[in-house]
């Protein structure tokens, strides 16, 4: 049985990857005292007695973390802080073909985060396939619930009045382009551009969807039956990814896209929109289940040689 220690397990991911892993029988949690959770000598004991120490923490927190953890356990990181960084491997299972290999024998994973998921399973196939050209820019507009942006924005959320919250019900930001999340975006895609990225925030408390919008003649003229398809064929094989067909007749309710109805499970839904001329790819996801703490799981999984569904 593998001991895991969660360090930043009061915050929204944490308590999320904890919730989730009670189910899980081979794997013992460890626990440390609130009144502890900032203490460093409290918390390398806790590396030092772990197998995986997974980091829930603002990313210069996560930083000061991997400093204390290194050495005494394996580490995934669900910040931001390495995902770029050639050292560690990005805990994106379905990236490659060989990329479980590349975690399974990993000692410090990057957990992905949860927009570049979307733009990355849906723009990376189409590359590879020769279907877009990595020079064409690309434009990412996204949507989140409220959960997304961690323990200070829920709370800001769930203290509006009525009147604040119909003023504030959704908010544009990233405006000036310096998402964080561009750099993994790019990296990862197989883009040699970041995208122009527009991500929204909600209010309702999680799931997201992840929409690209290309024109035909950016696709080689493919139809949406042509992206559709290989997208289905990249992803036949995997259990969390499922591929809808073209234009979802069956997710749309009177005609809407919902982007809670994946909320509480590890699925990420690609969709493919459009006609001749236009062409729209929507993500749908938990923005805590594979947008977060449900990739977390299964790249714990899959590091600890378990199988990859186990407390999903």
Not at 8 to 35: F, M, P, V, W, Y
Not at 177 to 191: A, C, D, F, N, V
Request: proline share 5%.
């Amino acid at each position: 049985m593998a001991t895991i220690f969660i360090d930043g397990q009061a915050g929204t991911t944490g308590i999320e990857i904890a919730t989730r892993l009670r189910g899980h029988s081979n794997l013992k949690l460890l626990h440390i005292a609130d009144e502890q959770r900032k203490d460093p000598a409290i918390r390398e004991q806790m590396f030092q007695q772990a197998d995986v120490a997974i980091l829930c923490l603002p990313d210069d927190a996560a930083i000061a973390a991997y400093a204390l953890a290194k050495g005494h356990c394996r580490i995934l990181d669900a910040s931001s802080a390495h995902r770029v960084d050639p050292d560690w491997a990005y805990g994106l299972p379905e990236l490659t073909a060989n990329n479980r290999e590349a975690i399974a024998d990993a000692e410090q994973v990057s957990n992905p985060g949860c927009y570049p998921q979307g733009f990355i399973l849906s723009v990376l196939p189409l590359i590879e396939a020769g279907l877009l050209d990595a020079a064409t820019p690309l434009r990412c507009s996204a949507v989140s619930g409220y959960s997304g942006g961690g323990r200070q924005m829920i709370e800001s959320f769930r203290d509006f009045t009525p009147e604040q919250a119909d003023t504030f019900n959704t908010q544009a930001y990233g405006l000036t382009q310096s998402h964080k999340h561009l750099p993994e975006m790019q990296r990862y895609s197989g883009t040699n551009v970041a995208p122009i990225f527009m991500p929204t925030v909600a209010n309702y408390y999680k799931g997201m969807v992840t929409s690209i919008a290309l024109f035909a003649s950016e696709l080689n003229d493919a139809t949406p039956a042509e992206v559709q398809a290989t997208l289905a064929q990249r992803y036949a094989d995997e259990r969390f990814i499922h591929v809808a067909p073209v234009n979802a007749p069956e997710h749309l309710v009177n005609g809407y896209l919902n982007p809670t109805a994946c909320n509480g499970t590890n699925n990420l839904e690609l969709m493919v929109f459009g006609d001749a001329q236009r062409i729209v790819i929507n993500a749908r996801y938990d923005n805590l289940g594979k947008g977060a703490a449900g990739a977390a799981i299964q790249n714990l999984n899959i590091m600890l040689g378990l199988q990859e569904e186990l407390g999903l």
